[in-house]
């Protein structure tokens, strides 16, 4: 049995990719640590991580999905503030007054009926932007997410949620949509 490694995702609209890149390229810049960037076509908001699933358990996900997001609206996403996660990944946060939080739930609660495990910690948005590996300016990075802690990044209209594949090699992932589902 063939398994593919896959997660749950809410696109970002070109244009902020495009904006967000930006921003990285100026913390690649700033140099203040040896880390892993996220490149524009693979920049999204997670709702869940599946892991290694097969063939059959990414069809059972899709119906599950299907069923969920014909009974979701759209709704604004607001990426604001840059913050890391013990010092390992930089990110942008996000807030939706609790529609993220509510679709993320209820996706983690319908895929647990299906075997999957339920998250072990509360759902928050963040845009991952890089993976740090060592930093070598403190100083450098504490100014920057200081002088971010409340930064606009801009918002978009979350209008669909895609069930994507990561596929691993020796130049890193790359990504493929499996299937993609408009909310309402």
């Known amino acids: 049995m063939k398994f593919m490694r896959a997660f749950i995702a809410i696109?970002?609209?070109?244009?902020?990719?495009?904006?967000?890149d930006d921003v990285i390229s100026e913390l690649e810049d700033?140099?203040?640590?040896?880390?892993?960037?996220v490149s524009e076509e693979k920049l999204h908001l997670t709702c869940k991580f599946l892991?290694?699933?097969?063939?059959?358990q990414a069809e059972k996900v899709k119906a599950v999905l299907l069923a969920i997001t014909k009974s979701t609206k759209s709704f604004t996403i607001q990426l604001e503030g840059l913050g890391h996660f013990n010092q390992r990944v930089l990110w942008i946060g996000g807030s939706s007054d609790q529609q993220a939080e509510s679709l993320a739930k209820r996706i983690d609660a319908d895929l647990n009926k299906l075997g999957f495990p339920k998250e072990d910690r509360e759902f928050s948005i963040h845009l991952t932007l890089a993976r740090i590996k060592k930093v070598y300016?403190?100083?450098?990075?504490?100014?920057?997410?200081?002088?971010?802690?409340?930064?606009d990044f801009g918002s978009f209209k979350a209008d669909k949620i895609k069930l994507i594949e990561s596929i691993l090699s020796a130049k890193g992932h790359t990504y493929r949509e499996l299937s993609s589902f408009g909310l309402q």
């Open 11 to 20: 696109e970002l609209p070109s244009e902020l990719k495009e904006k967000i």
């Open 51 to 56: 892991g290694e699933i097969s063939k059959e």
């Open 137 to 151: 300016n403190w100083a450098k990075m504490k100014q920057i997410l200081a002088e971010n802690e409340t930064k």
């Open 30 to 37: 700033a140099d203040f640590c040896d880390a892993k960037w």
